[in-house]
């Protein structure tokens, strides 16, 4: 027997189908000599700090760091039972194989591994590599099973990024939250993200317009010629003085024809750039509709970095083109040019996504909106990355008049190529050809014009230029990748010069998304791409952090040296000792800022007086409890004491409980004695802090 796991419900359904498995069971699959079962997300986690040492659940600076010499994890309530159902069914006799069909990527590597770890399995097991979802590619992939310790160090890699996160944010988010008086969350990635968009709003508000002028001279034939800028308007007024009813002279022209090729597949990030500037889609969004297309058999693997397709996929392209314009409505390019989208050595993992053989079946009026309009995106970019070059030919003329140079520039369309499939709005306008001209020619000046204008700052973020500002993170500081990289049986990572960045394309949407969330950003504006602008929080919290939190060619060395260790180039003790060093020096040595309370005040309105130690009490993400971190007294919102009697910790029982130390209430319900009746909770606590209730029946 053998059996299969993959990563979700939906997925371990169509493999089944596929092997032939039909017999439902609960939490699996059987039939044909196969077992499929599936896990819920991240069934193992790392175990929080008061795993190590009950102490841990009290932050306190004195702890710090905190660096387990031996890692624990936990499973949590909500999933114990599918992780059980799994630890039976690995430890069964007939059980003779294991199958990995988690996503063929680093997140999926890590949830089967530690699934696998923490069951204490010991039996072999293979490994799916697929970059699609389809019947075919489901049936190749189960034919070309691979050994699991090919995957050996992809797992090392996932797990040194999970230790990091970890270590970095616990560490450095109990830190500063102890030494500034409230929650600030910092992460590895989302800091330097984070930086990167405070730093952004600090030139734009740095920055100080210019104004600068510019001569602009009607000539025959519909001609317009400009000069450069002009700083002064009184320079500008005397040079257009100088120019009425003179005459330009040529002092050069040049035609030159030019061609633009298409452009390449996309990966994640190009598609959630370009789902945010032409459909307003945030980066989580765009990712989730792919992912829901994928799993629906659409288009193919999401999580990629890759922008080409494979050498043995070259004879599918056309089929493919022909499903791109059903979908799309638009008409295949006459002559399908292959080769540009083919390059097996710029794959790693995963090609390019594309539609998939069978989107040509696709039912789009059944689909979402949003899974509807990614998957003619996805078909639209296949169009056009396949069709002929866009071509012009481009003339620049230089003339000289009032012993200035004024400059023109005319386009003329040859070929339109791929843009007449995708970029209709960027369609190139019709332009009045310019006449023919050489150097010596002598055009009368029949009006001036002076215009104004002004310097420009950089443009707030987007969620397009801000995943842009991350993939090319550290690319002024270039490493060559390493040669012989594990290829999942779709091609080698060169041997060249690659670009660094932070986050990867499967880990960039939720790292925005949770700035969001936490309240460092906010989205402001247009409708479509709006601005991701920082929040008051989110600058002070960029202010008191130090340069290595806040550092992003820090953080992309780091992301670096993962893929390094993916490719087994690098160690991973070396990179967690790294890490470790790293947050050990912040812990030793960082200073409190003395302008903190300026800086990020606190506007946390107080609900009433601690009675453990005499603090304000302050609201928090799941609690109500002391401002004094040493304290441990706290409202527990999901409060069990509560919930069994039918009722909740709102904030107006918290306020009661602190103003009279108890709190009177009507409708309490008693599940044992199917009986309704009114209570008053009495408020109490410890020796050590921690809260107590003690309950009497009645008025």
């Known amino acids: 027997m053998r059996l299969v796991i993959a990563e979700k419900p939906s997925v371990a359904q169509s493999i089944a189908r596929v092997l032939g498995a039909k017999k439902r069971e609960d939490g699996y699959v059987e039939g044909n000599g196969y077992l499929v079962s599936w896990c819920v997300g991240h069934l193992v986690e790392l175990a929080e700090p008061d795993a190590y040492d009950p102490r841990y659940k009290k932050w306190a600076k004195e702890d710090l760091p905190l660096l387990p010499a031996e890692w624990k994890y936990s499973v949590s309530a909500a999933t114990k039972k599918q992780f059980d159902i799994l630890k039976q069914l690995m430890n069964q006799k007939d059980v003779e194989e294991i199958i990995c069909a988690t996503d063929a990527g680093r997140e999926g590597e890590l949830i089967f591994r530690l699934v696998y770890h923490q069951c204490g399995c010991?039996?072999?097991?293979?490994?799916?590599?697929?970059?699609?979802?389809?019947?075919s590619a489901i049936r190749d992939g189960f034919a070309n099973l691979r050994p699991g310790t090919e995957y050996d160090a992809l797992y090392e890699a996932a797990l040194c990024r999970e230790r990091a996160d970890w270590i970095v944010g616990m560490n450095a988010t109990r830190l500063f939250s102890v030494l500034y008086g409230r929650t600030l969350h910092v992460g590895r990635v989302a800091s330097p993200t984070l930086a990167m968009a405070v730093l952004r709003e600090a030139e734009i508000a740095a920055f100080q317009p210019e104004t600068f002028y510019s001569v602009h001279l009607t000539l025959p034939g519909n001609m317009t010629v400009a000069s450069g800028r002009i700083k002064e308007k009184t320079a500008?007024?005397?040079?257009?003085?100088?120019?009425?009813?003179?005459?330009?002279?040529?002092?050069?022209?040049?035609?030159?024809?030019?061609?633009e090729k298409a452009p390449a597949l996309y990966d994640l990030t190009s598609l959630q750039r370009d789902a945010n500037r032409l459909l307003g889609f945030t980066a989580q969004q765009t990712l989730d509709y792919t992912q829901s297309l994928y799993e629906k058999?659409?288009?193919?693997?999401?999580?990629?970095?890759?922008?080409?397709?494979?050498?043995?996929?070259?004879?599918?392209?056309?089929?493919?083109?022909?499903?791109?314009?059903?979908?799309?409505g638009k008409a295949v390019p006459e002559k399908i040019m292959v080769k540009p989208v083919i390059n097996s050595k710029k794959v790693s993992d995963h090609h390019a996504i594309i539609p998939t053989m069978s989107a040509a079946q696709a039912d789009l009026p059944a689909l979402p909106v949003g899974e509807r309009e990614i998957l003619r995106l996805i078909a639209?970019?296949?169009?056009?990355?396949?069709?002929?070059?866009?071509?012009?030919?481009?003339?620049?003329?230089?003339?000289?008049?009032?012993?200035?140079?004024?400059?023109?520039?005319?386009?003329?369309?040859l070929d339109a190529g791929w843009k007449v499939i995708e970029k209709p709005e960027k369609a190139e306008k019709a332009e009045t050809p310019l006449p023919e001209m050489k150097a010596g020619d002598s055009f009368s000046v029949l009006s001036t014009e002076i215009k104004e204008g002004q310097t420009k700052p950089k443009a707030h973020y987007t969620e397009d230029t801000l995943l842009s500002a991350m993939e090319r993170a550290g690319a002024d500081d270039k490493v060559n990748c390493p040669t012989g990289a594990r290829d999942g049986g779709l091609g080698?990572?060169?041997?060249?010069?690659?670009?660094?960045?932070?986050?990867?394309?499967?880990?960039?949407?939720?790292i925005?998304?949770?700035?969001?969330?936490?309240?460092?950003?906010?989205?402001?504006?247009?409708?479509?791409?709006?601005?991701?602008?920082?929040?008051?929080?989110?600058?002070?919290?960029?202010?008191?952090?130090?340069?290595?939190l806040q550092s992003a060619s820090m953080t992309a060395d780091w992301e670096e040296k993962l893929l390094q260790i993916e490719h087994g180039e690098y160690s991973p003790d070396a990179f967690m000792t790294e890490?470790?060093?790293?947050?050990?020096d912040l812990v030793d040595n960082y200073q409190v800022v003395k302008e903190a309370a300026v800086i990020m005040p606190d506007t946390r309105k107080s609900l009433g007086k601690c009675p453990v130690c005499g603090a304000d009490v302050v609201e928090r993400p799941?609690?109500?409890?002391?401002?004094d971190r040493s304290c441990n007294f706290a409202l527990w919102k999901n409060n069990r004491y509560f919930e069994a009697i039918g009722k909740h910790m709102n904030e107006s029982v918290a306020k009661k409980l602190l103003k009279n130390g108890s709190v009177h209430l009507k409708g309490c319900y008693s599940k044992r004695l199917d009986k309704y009746f009114e209570a008053t909770i009495f408020l109490d606590f410890d020796e050590t802090g921690k809260v107590q209730y003690r309950m009497e029946k009645g008025r």
Do not use: H
């Not at 169009?383 to 230089?398: C, G, I, K, N």
């Open 492 to 510: 080698r990572m060169p041997d060249e010069v690659e670009r660094k960045g932070i986050g990867t394309p499967a880990t960039r949407a939720g």
């Open 297 to 328: 058999k659409l288009v193919t693997y999401p999580r990629t970095d890759s922008r080409y397709l494979t050498d043995d996929m070259e004879e599918k392209v056309p089929a493919l083109a022909g499903i791109a314009a059903k979908l799309t």
């Open 512 to 548: 925005i998304e949770r700035l969001v969330t936490r309240g460092f950003l906010e989205r402001k504006g247009d409708k479509k791409a709006k601005n991701l602008i920082p929040t008051e929080k989110g600058t002070a919290l960029i202010t008191v952090l130090p340069e290595q």
């Open 122 to 135: 010991k039996k072999p097991f293979l490994r799916l590599w697929i970059s699609s979802m389809e019947d």
């Open 622 to 627: 799941k609690s109500w409890s002391c401002s």
């Open 380 to 413: 639209t970019r296949l169009l056009a990355a396949v069709a002929q070059p866009y071509r012009y030919a481009e003339t620049a003329a230089e003339f000289l008049c009032g012993e200035e140079i004024f400059t023109v520039k005319g386009k003329t369309v």
């Open 579 to 584: 890490i470790e060093a790293m947050v050990s």
């Open 236 to 259: 500008a007024e005397a040079l257009a003085l100088s120019c009425t009813g003179g005459a330009a002279v040529v002092t050069k022209c040049e035609r030159k024809e030019k061609s």
